[in-house]
């Protein structure tokens, strides 16, 4: 299957700081990336859906000037925490859809996650 | 109401037993149906999709729609501890969206 990569897995920082997430596709373009957030023992919740070259979308709730996506390219997508908190810790997955699936179906292809510590 | 909705369990079956796992949704709109399997601190992956009404067999995996009652399960058959995971039931809706439901936790006992 396709390969998404997420970058850092980990990542421990100080609060009032901000951390980058990056999200590659690696053997495929995807146009729509998604950003999850998932706290222990929860499921996914959905933050923000990326589109190459325009703003992102984000849910009802997600401070979009707090976390900061950028879709620069069809392999790249950022996942900036601005001014970070302890309350911000959580584990931060992305995930792709390839350009040749147009519409509302096909797989999600998952990275690896990152798990981000505010102290 | 939530979008999608799963019994959180624990679901506790003895090895070699058929698992089944269930989820609800509320737009009638969606199209596709997805279950992802994640262990502990992972990502999640992909184990079937289903698109059509009725059931869809992969292996010991059986994926059961009925967009009329607006359900969807998975049943794991001869299940092995190594199945012990979260099976998370996922949507994909008419905006594009994907949404997951809580999860349902599996144990399988050995």
């Known amino acids: 299957g396709a390969v998404v990569s997420q970058h850092p897995s980990r990542v421990i920082c100080k609060s009032g700081t901000s951390v980058k997430i990056e999200c590659r596709s690696l053997d495929f373009q995807a146009t729509t990336m998604f950003w999850y957030r998932q706290f222990p023992k929860q499921s996914l919740m959905l933050m923000a859906t990326?589109?190459?070259?325009?703003?992102?979308?984000?849910e009802q709730g997600v401070e979009k000037d707090k976390f900061l996506i950028n879709h620069a390219s069809l392999t790249l997508s950022t996942l900036t925490v601005t001014s970070a908190h302890p309350e911000d810790s959580s584990f931060y997955i992305c995930?792709?859809?390839?350009?040749?699936?147009?519409?509302?179906?096909?797989?999600?292809?998952f990275g690896e996650g990152s798990r981000l510590t505010v102290l | 109401q939530k979008e999608v909705e799963q019994n959180s369990g624990p679901l506790s079956v003895p090895e070699g037993a058929i698992a089944s796992l269930n989820c609800t949704y509320s737009d009638r709109g969606s199209q596709s149906f997805f279950w992802y399997r994640q262990y502990s601190g992972k990502s999640p992956e992909l184990i079937m999709f289903i698109y059509s009404n009725g059931d869809k067999e992969d292996g010991r995996f059986t994926a059961q729609l009925n967009k009329a009652s607006q359900y969807v399960s998975l049943l794991i058959r001869d299940s092995q501890p190594s199945d012990s995971a979260t099976y998370l039931c996922a949507v994909s809706s008419r905006t594009y969206k994907y949404i997951f439901g809580t999860g349902t936790r599996l144990k399988v006992l050995a």
């Open positions: 990326s589109n190459e070259g325009s703003k992102a979308t984000y």
């Open positions: 995930s792709a859809k390839s350009l040749r699936d147009r519409g509302y179906t096909g797989e999600l292809f």
